[in-house]
């Protein structure tokens, strides 16, 4: 299976990337990590090391790149799971294109879907215990009297909210782009974890 998910901060991707992967026994490809990687080893040009450190964007034939690389190995010749990518339709195209040469395509993208404001909520109110690491909730998962609690700059209100809104116009038109292809799955991401992950898991059977 090749599959893409998409979500708005705070959707709960991750967290379902990882079940998911886990289950079909695919490797999970984010390209923010393999841009830390690649910076983290030397092999990213200077100038886009700076471009990243200013908040600019990587050029799309490097991403791609770095993608064609990790899905040229060993453990994704039954599959993969993009985290991140694609987030427009540029990008969309470039990965058909690169998965054509090898006669592939994608078998389905799942798209997560919250309530702006419970996005805002899931994330204001996390906070990390500073001695342990640990992230707790105040509504959901309250931490223990005694813990050290602070409150991570990307997680006020404003920052919260500026990185929804900065996703969603820069997805804006790639959801309507997969919906043309028939392989968009809009999930909905509100519930326990165990009750998404059976939705999600309920589209990928059906597009196997």
């Keep these: 299976m090749r599959l893409i998910f998409v979500g708005p901060p705070g959707a709960g991707k991750g967290t379902q990337a990882k079940i998911i992967c886990a289950k079909w026994k695919i490797p999970q490809i984010s390209t923010g990590d393999m841009l830390r990687e690649a910076k983290a080893s030397g092999k990213l040009p200077q100038e886009l090391v700076q471009k990243m450190a ?11 790149d770095l993608i064609r690389q990790r899905t040229e190995q060993a453990d994704a010749q039954s599959g993969f799971l993009l985290d991140g990518f694609p987030r427009t339709v540029p990008q969309a195209e470039a990965l058909d294109k690169l998965l054509a040469t090898r006669a592939e395509k994608l078998n389905v993208v799942v798209a997560l879907q919250v309530a702006k404001d419970l996005l805002v909520e899931r994330a204001t109110l996390r906070r990390t215990d500073k001695r342990t690491g640990q992230i707790y909730h105040l509504k959901y998962k309250p931490p223990p009297p005694d813990a050290e609690l602070e409150h991570r700059a990307d997680d006020q209100e404003e920052v919260v909210r500026n990185r929804i809104e900065t996703y969603e116009k820069m997805t804006a038109d790639l959801l309507p782009f997969y919906e043309k292809t028939g392989l ?3 999930i909905d991401g509100v519930g326990e974890v165990e009750e998404i992950t059976r939705r999600v898991m309920a589209a990928l059977e059906a597009a196997k």
């Excluded at 200013?54 to 791609?64: A, F, K, N, R, T």
Aim: proline residues 7%.
């Design 184 to 186: 968009l799955r809009r």
């Design 54 to 64: 200013s908040g600019g964007l990587v050029p799309d034939e490097v991403v791609i």
